[in-house]
């Protein structure tokens, strides 16, 4: 385990799990990297060096931080109108949790967006004054008209790009489809957007896209949950908000540098949920990349990185991998390195350990697995695949009983009849709540940490 730390900066720790050994002519190195950030937004970091701290920033009392709250106005709002009244209610209760000093602004959704609170292309310094004027403004919102979320994200993205702060988080609320502008045009807000803010989405109700919703949050390093009674709303807005206002790091890499003749096959990461980050490397230098891991509080995550060595003979070893946590600095000076693990390779002819599996490695290939066969099951069986829609939750309920991951297995319960948990022997229910079927999809990335 390898640290990096300042009396200003929190700490950061990497841990690398993994079995070293390979079998003669044995190419592939799987490890899982453990990042783990203390002394930020709960118990008392302050900004790292070469941060903007604002005036208003107290240090141990999280970030210099921007937000936007998207709220869905769409017409379909008024279906039933109790849950337009839930939104009202749900982002007051969001702006209620604002730490003051915060800078934040609401935009209304519909096939175009429009600034609710502060306007005029400007963002709110969080105090009683303008907590209350916002509550206010809320009132005006009403349901009417189409969606065309890449509209909304692309002002979130132009009001917080004009603010001078460390964080950048929008939270986007939803009731439809995306149904007023083409799959083409989210898919290019998106790419415009990342990397620039992060972003929590929450489908409400059940008429919505789940795919649509979780694109958002993977694409911009959020989180995606469905809220099918609107009257969770107020709940869910407060936690996303008190869980934006405990971020103290922002635009932290996972750089991953390997010596010649290594090629990475995949970077994953596997907890709290699963999201592939293969894509999204960018170049850093010879034989380094950089994986975007978004803001960071007090908390920590998995991440599985799987390389293909070349070939070596036995009693050989060679550096796989080398991991490193980087923030860059913001003047354009040499970025940090806040924490470091090697990733290793030895060529051995002992059976034994060459084919043992590292317990954290085998856990969460399983949860990944986990994640795609609920995913290919459900796809199936809106199909009308039957069979296959059997086979793969079948096997999504063997995988989620032998992990212990019990909330995935209860949300599994809902949409197939166990008959074999063990074996993964399932029939399929004839009737499936359309909340229950839509909670599953968009649910089955989160994942369970290894057991101790």
């Keep these: 385990m390898a640290n990096f730390s300042k009396s200003n900066v929190p700490q950061f720790s990497v841990e690398v799990y993994q079995n070293e050994y390979l079998p003669e002519g044995g190419r592939e190195v799987n490890a899982i990297v453990t990042v783990t950030s203390t002394g930020g937004g709960t118990t008392g970091g302050v900004p790292l060096s070469g941060a903007a701290a604002s005036p208003e920033h107290v240090p141990g009392r999280g970030p210099n931080a921007a937000v936007v709250i998207m709220v869905d106005c769409s017409g379909s709002m008024d ?27 609401v935009v209304g959704g519909t096939h175009v967006a429009k600034e609710v609170y502060p306007g005029n292309g400007r963002l709110a310094l969080a105090d009683a004054r303008t907590k209350a004027q916002a509550k206010e403004a809320l009132r005006a919102l009403s349901a009417g008209g189409g969606t065309a979320i890449g509209t909304w994200l692309r002002l979130t993205d132009r009001l917080l ?13 939803t009731d439809g489809r995306n149904e007023h502008e083409a799959p083409e045009d989210l898919r290019a807000a998106l790419d415009s957007c990342a990397g620039r803010f992060t972003c929590d989405a929450r489908g409400v109700g059940t008429d919505w896209e789940v795919k649509e919703v979780t694109a958002i949050a993977s694409a911009l390093l959020g989180t995606a949950d469905i809220v099918a009674d609107p009257a969770g709303l107020a709940a869910d807005f407060t936690q996303m908000m008190e869980n934006a206002m405990g971020k103290e790091v922002a635009d932290v ?22 999201v592939d980050l293969t894509g999204r490397r960018t170049e ?20 599985h990185v799987c390389v293909t060595v070349p070939q070596a003979g036995i009693g050989q070893e060679m550096l796989a991998s080398r991991v490193s946590l980087i923030l860059p600095d913001p003047s ?7 924490s470091q693990g090697l990733v290793r390779a030895v060529w051995t002819e002992d059976m034994v350990a060459s084919t043992s599996i590292n317990p954290q490695v085998a856990h969460y290939t ?17 199909s009308g695949d039957f069979d296959g829609a059997t086979a793969k939750l079948g096997r999504a309920v063997q995988l989620a009983s032998a992990s212990g991951n019990e909330d995935t297995a209860k949300l599994l319960s809902k949409v197939v009849d166990v008959v074999d948990a063990a074996t993964g022997t399932v029939r399929l229910k004839a009737k499936v709540a359309d909340a229950d079927e839509m ?11 290894v057991k101790k």
Excluded at 91 to 96: G, K, L
Excluded at 166 to 172: Q, T
Excluded at 253 to 274: C, N
Excluded at 368 to 382: H, M, N, P, S, Y
């Design 79 to 105: 279906y039933p109108p109790t849950k337009m009244r839930n939104a009202r209610d749900a982002t007051a209760a969001a702006i209620d949790t604002l730490r003051d000093g915060t800078s934040f602004a």
């Design 161 to 173: 790009g004009a603010a001078d702060v460390d964080i950048r988080h929008g939270i986007l609320l």
């Design 253 to 274: 890499a996972l750089r991953l540098w390997t010596p010649v003749g290594v090629e990475i096959k995949f970077v994953k990461q596997v907890a709290p949920t699963v």
């Design 284 to 303: 850093a230098g010879p034989r380094a990349g950089d994986y975007p891991t978004g803001s960071w509080g007090d908390e920590s995550r998995d991440y």
């Design 332 to 338: 354009g000076g040499a970025p940090q390195t806040l």
């Design 366 to 382: 399983g949860q990944a697995e986990l994640a795609q066969v609920i995913q290919q099951g459900l796809d199936a069986r809106k």
């Design 439 to 449: 909670t599953l999809e968009t649910r089955s990335t989160k994942t369970v940490r």
